[in-house]
C-alpha cells in the first residue's frame, strides 16, 4: 500500500475533484509533500483515509453511531465478547 499518492490518485480515492482536494489542502485537511518533480504533490494516505472516515460519518451517522455502541459494548463486558 503506498503511503503517499498523487493529486489523480488522491482526488479518485475521495471520489472528488482535484479542485477540492486543493481546497481540503488549503483548510488544513489534508497535507502535502512535494512530490517526484518540481510541480506535482504527494498526499498522505492517513489524512485521505481520516477525511474519507469523517464524510462516511457524516452521510450515515446512525449506522456509524451503532457500531460503535457496538465496540463500546464489548470493550466494557468482556463476558459478552
Known amino acids: 500500500m503506498k503511503i ?6 488522491a482526488a ?3 471520489n472528488i475533484s482535484k479542485a477540492t482536494l486543493y481546497a481540503y ?15 506535482s504533490r504527494a498526499y ?7 477525511l474519507k472516515q469523517r464524510k462516511t460519518i ?3 451517522p446512525s ?3 451503532s457500531s460503535a ?5 464489548l ?4 463476558t459478552l465478547r
Open 44 to 50: 498522505h494516505r492517513f489524512d485521505l483515509e481520516r
Open 63 to 65: 449506522a456509524e453511531m
Open 4 to 9: 503517499h499518492l498523487t493529486a489523480t490518485e
Open 75 to 78: 470493550s466494557w463486558n468482556p
Open 58 to 60: 457524516r452521510q450515515h
Open 25 to 39: 489542502v488549503s483548510r488544513g485537511l489534508i497535507r502535502s509533500e512535494d512530490g517526484i518533480n518540481q510541480r
Open 12 to 14: 479518485d480515492f475521495l
Open 69 to 73: 455502541l457496538h465496540w463500546a459494548v
